[in-house]
T-cell receptor
Framework: GENVEQHPSTLSVQEGDSAVIKCTYS??????FPWYKQELGKRPQLIID?????GEKKDQRIAVTLNKTAKHFSLHITETQPEDSAVYFC????????????FGGGTRVLVKP | DTAVSQTPKYLVTQMGNDKSIKCEQN?????MYWYKQDSKKFLKIMFS???????INETVPNRFSPKSPDKAHLNLHINSLELGDSAVYFC?????????????FGEGSRLTVL
């Protein structure tokens, strides 16, 4: 089955700096890669996603890049703000597998004011 | 309006007991899921139902039994609870199986087994 590795497990950045989280996946058939943000005590919520036919996608201060050949994808947060502090999860799935998302282990991001 | 709602939000019980968690979604989605989040925050899928039919059943002890009376409800019953069952259980839904897309999570049910 699919295996998703996520690094780093914790990330501390100064407000205004950029944060980068990297994920690798094992199954070359995976074609959908979402990122979820989970604030303390809250539910995970989708912040951005990318499909395998696209190399990069941006939404305001967040962007995701995908390298299918290397089987890795990354989340970039620019101009970080204290409200970006949360746990971020990457995930991967195969369209034919009934939307079975395999999550990475999560990255705890702390933005220091 | 709460899109995906779970009850109870907190559950504290003794080892060996049986407990249930209920989930309801009012989004009109076809597919519902149960995910388990352990103390290290790792999120792992347990079950998925599409229109009351079980489509994903991960390697979960058979003490866990999901039930979907209709496509808006997915309940989780756990028999003979063990310490290792302590976790946050998230229900989620998505528009249609076979099409990857956003998962809408409930607020989670924190189960503590003593």
């Amino acid at each position: 089955g699919e295996n998703v590795e996520q690094h780093p497990s914790t990330l501390s950045v100064q407000e205004g700096d950029s944060a980068v989280i990297k994920c690798t996946y094992s199954d070359s058939a995976s074609n959908y890669f979402p990122w979820y943000k989970q604030e303390l005590g809250k539910r995970p919520q989708l912040i951005i996603d990318i499909r395998s036919n696209v190399g990069e996608k941006k939404d305001q201060r967040i962007a995701v890049t995908l390298n299918k050949t290397a089987k890795h994808f990354s989340l970039h947060i620019t101009e970080t703000q204290p409200e970006d502090s949360a746990v971020y999860f990457c995930a991967a799935s195969i369209q034919a597998a009934g939307n079975k998302l395999t999550f990475g282990g999560g990255t705890r991001v702390l933005v220091k004011p | 309006d709460t899109a995906v709602s779970q009850t109870p939000k907190y559950l504290v019980t003794q080892m060996g007991n049986d407990k249930s968690i209920k989930c309801e979604q009012n989004l009109g989605h076809d597919t519902m899921y149960w995910y388990k989040q352990d103390s290290k925050k790792f999120l792992k899928i347990m079950f998925s139902y599409n229109n009351k039919e079980l489509i994903i059943n991960e390697t979960v002890p058979n003490r866990f039994s999901p039930k979907s009376p209709d496509k808006a409800h997915l309940n989780l019953h756990i028999n003979s609870l063990e310490l290792g069952d302590s976790a946050v259980y998230f229900c989620a839904s998505s528009p249609r199986t076979g099409l990857t897309g956003e998962l809408f999570f409930g607020e989670g049910s924190r189960l503590t087994v003593l």
